[in-house]
């Protein structure tokens, strides 16, 4: 066996036969040297035995390598330090002297967090707890994975298993991001106290969003009313039911730290206000809002407000729904939230049944605490739904609660929220605040460089793309529709331009219309009807009396009794235009009414054809289109036996008005001219209706384009701001004028 002689102290002549695992170098030395090396790191792990084995002690209070005159052995000299290597039993002595701390104090000061405040005999080290926080936070692991990932590298055999400090390894880790939130916000050392902390004091802000005093510029209250949508807050709204919790515990046992002092707030479960119904399209959250099963259940879920623009969360907007998405939550959550942007004057608020939720909104203030009230006479307050989920409402919402309609909205989309809910949701099991508004922050400069670079170019493309569009219509139509848009954003009640109105005949009303004529024609004596209860046979025999020529074409129809039965919605029935082509004659009074229908059929297929067209982004749309367009070429086949007046449908008509607009060279198609009854003169209500969204369409690229600007500009006001922390220490204290700098060069 080869002696290998210690190389740690000059002149020792022991022999080396310790390797340290987390030294750098693979260097052995004697037990003596071993320790002497690691007095300063007491946590490394050696190869088959551990320093506690070799006899190092750790002592506080005092330098590296300096013995205190009056040590205090802690309990059992075994004490436990969990450190992202593993589970340590240490020997540690506490300072005893004459200037000593408290033990809690003495291993702060080494960097160590205790499990508890009195006789601590477990720590974790403040580089665990980050490290675990940071684990949390990105690989969305539990608190108990990782306490088991250290537990495998203490001792992976099972055979020197550590014993179990779960329960205390939780504690800590919810102890002390807490307690680092509380220093970060500067309020560990407030001299009021940390009881003095206020709700909401303790998140992250937003350093785009409007903050009066903070970013944006003076006089901005003095804005001109067509740019006072720049200084206005874009909020979301929305629920998470993935984030449910069970009742295993209860606030005595297992009390929260900060009591609403950041994000999450409590909400009172106790109310017993009932959800209105949605008079829009079925919205569950409105109508299930009071069944939902909340058997052994704590929280159904949680809802949320957050900046719609750049997708960080408000001050006190988190909350647990107790059943449901009922709006005794949400109501109490949104104007919670507001009394942290109680100055900014212009609000809009994005929530997929804002519809339904915004009705009663201000009324139903007067059911919270008088502390969370506004006044909403100062505000100018626009609720508006989500793109995504704007198609599931009736028409009469998809105009009024649009984001592309309403003036001031620029290219918001309001999906930020659901974004948020993919990056929590797979820790669903173990909720907890994550650092998602730090990231948020962090990545501002970036996210607004790339965002500049995508939107100017989109702005310049859609405002060419109006221009040429506009070359096709009248001057005298554009100013009339400008004037339609204006009045209608100025108020609603106006005959909204957007709106597709039926302005020709359709199936319904020609049937109704046919009605009425029969019944003056009956009070005139005049009875062109058939019997109210007429059978298909009766009416293929009565078919012979209106239409005589009937019976010569049915007996020229081959009878082939080897065949198979021909199903009844395929057999023939011989309308008034196949007599025509046939070169035969019927009745006058049934080629009108096959004409008004068949007129009537046309119009309704167009108008599918438009409303499909305009959500061809769903390809389920496509086979919508495709019956729409069936349904006309039958329209079309039969009225162009009758007479001539609708063009034929080929496939290359059937595009969107966008698209024809693409680069100016291919034409609009037909269907968009189709003037449904008016004069080649005039202009449709469907072509009005595209230009409407198209010139909004480039006013909202415009308008973010503009918001851009102005929120880059408050983002380097409001970090100006921060970085006047140094101005906010106590002179007389030498370590806060230490950790506001610092905060302050971040």
């Known amino acids: 066996m080869l002696y290998q002689t210690c190389q740690g102290l000059p002149g020792c002549p022991n022999e080396a036969v310790i390797c340290c695992r987390d030294c750098e170098g693979l260097q052995l030395y004697c037990q003596g040297c071993t320790v002497v090396q690691h007095i300063a790191m007491p946590l490394h792990v050696m190869e088959c035995i551990s320093l506690h084995n070799l006899g190092l002690c750790v002592q506080l209070g005092h330098p590296p390598g300096v013995m205190c005159c009056n040590p205090a052995p802690a309990f059992d000299n075994d004490f436990i330090v969990l450190e992202i290597n593993g589970i ?66 203490t001792d992976n055999t099972g055979t020197h298993q550590p014993k179990d400090h779960y329960e205390l390894f939780l504690r800590m880790s919810c102890q002390h991001p807490h307690l680092t939130s509380l220093l970060r916000a500067g309020h560990s050392h407030d001299p009021s ?79 017993g206000q009932l959800q209105e119904k949605s008079s829009c399209a079925g919205h569950n959250a409105v109508n299930l809002a009071d069944t939902k ?18 997708n960080l969360t408000c001050p006190s907007a988190v909350g647990d729904l107790q059943k449901g998405e009922r709006y005794v939550n949400m109501d109490y959550l949104f104007f919670l939230t507001l009394q942290h942007a109680s100055d900014v004057h212009v609000l809009t608020v994005s929530y997929d049944i804002a519809c339904q939720w915004s009705k009663h909104l201000w009324t139903q203030m ?156 009956l009070s005139h004596g005049v009875n062109t009807s058939l019997h109210p209860d007429i059978s298909p046979s009766v009416l293929v025999a009565i078919q012979m009396l209106y239409m005589p020529c009937i019976a010569h074409l049915r007996s020229n129809t081959p009878d082939m009794p080897n065949l198979p039965e021909e199903p009844v919605h395929c057999i023939k029935l011989w309308m008034p235009s ?74 290359d008509n059937i595009r969107g008005m966008t698209e024809a607009q693409a680069g100016g060279e291919v034409p609009v198609s037909w269907i968009w001219k189709q003037h449904h009854g008016a004069g080649e003169e005039e202009l449709s209500t469907a072509m009005r209706v595209e230009w409407c969204k198209a010139c909004t369409c480039a006013d909202r690229w415009a308008e973010e384009v503009d918001l851009l600007q102005e929120e880059m500009q408050r983002v380097l006001a409001y970090f100006d701001w921060q970085g006047r922390w140094v101005d906010f220490a106590v002179q007389e204290n030498e370590a806060l004028i230490a950790y506001t700098s610092w905060q302050a060069n971040i």
């Open 193 to 271: 106290g940390i009881l003095s902390t206020k709700e909401g004091e303790l998140t992250i802000l937003c350093p785009a969003c409007p903050q009066p005093g903070r970013n944006l510029l003076q006089g901005w209250e003095n804005a001109p009313p067509n740019v006072k949508w720049l200084y206005g807050l874009f909020l979301a709204i929305d629920a998470n039911f993935w984030l449910c919790h069970r009742n295993k515990s209860s606030n005595q046992a297992g009390p929260g730290l900060s009591n609403g002092w950041s994000y999450f707030e409590v909400l009172d479960a106790s109310s």
């Open 578 to 651: 196949a007599v025509v082509n046939m070169g035969m004659t019927c009745d006058i009074n049934l080629y009108n009414i096959e004409w008004k229908l068949r007129c009537a059929q046309a119009y309704d297929a167009l108008q599918e054809l438009h409303k499909h067209l305009s959500q061809a982004v769903i390809n389920t749309v496509q086979l919508k289109i495709d019956a729409a367009a069936t349904k006309y070429c039958t329209a079309w086949a039969a009225l162009d036996s009758l007479s001539v007046k609708f063009p034929k449908l080929n496939d």
């Open 88 to 153: 340590h039993s240490v020997t540690l002595n506490f300072c005893n002297c004459t200037t000593v701390q408290t033990h809690n104090i003495q291993l702060l000061r080494a960097h160590w967090y205790p499990s508890t405040t009195t006789n601590p005999w477990t720590a974790a080290t403040f580089c665990l707890l980050d490290h675990f926080q940071m684990y949390t936070f990105e690989s969305k692991g539990s608190a108990f994975e990782y306490y088991q990932l250290l537990s495998c590298l």
């Open 366 to 521: 007067s059911w919270y605490p008088s502390r969370i009230h506004l006044q909403p006479n100062n505000k100018v307050f626009t609720s508006i739904v989500l793109k995504f989920h704007l198609l599931a409402h009736i028409l009469s919402c998809q105009t009024t609660y649009s984001l592309n309609l309403i003036k001031g909205m620029a290219r918001t989309d309001g999906k930020a929220i659901e974004q948020g809910w993919s990056n929590i949701n797979p820790i669903a099991m173990s909720t907890q605040e994550m650092d998602w508004n730090w990231h948020k922050v962090c990545n501002l400069g970036p996210f607004f460089l790339w965002t500049l670079k995508e939107v100017i170019p989109e702005r310049d493309q859609h405002i060419f793309d109006l221009r040429d569009f506009e070359e096709a219509i009248p001057p005298v139509s554009l100013v009339a529709w400008q004037v339609m848009i204006t009045e209608w954003e100025q108020d609603q009640s106006k005959p909204n331009p957007f709106k597709l109105e039926a302005s020709v005949a359709m199936q319904a009303s020609i049937r109704l219309e046919l009605s009425q004529l029969k019944g003056q024609q």
């Open 293 to 310: 099963n909340t058997c052994g259940m704590a929280a159904t879920g949680v809802g949320a407000i957050v900046c719609a623009c750049h």
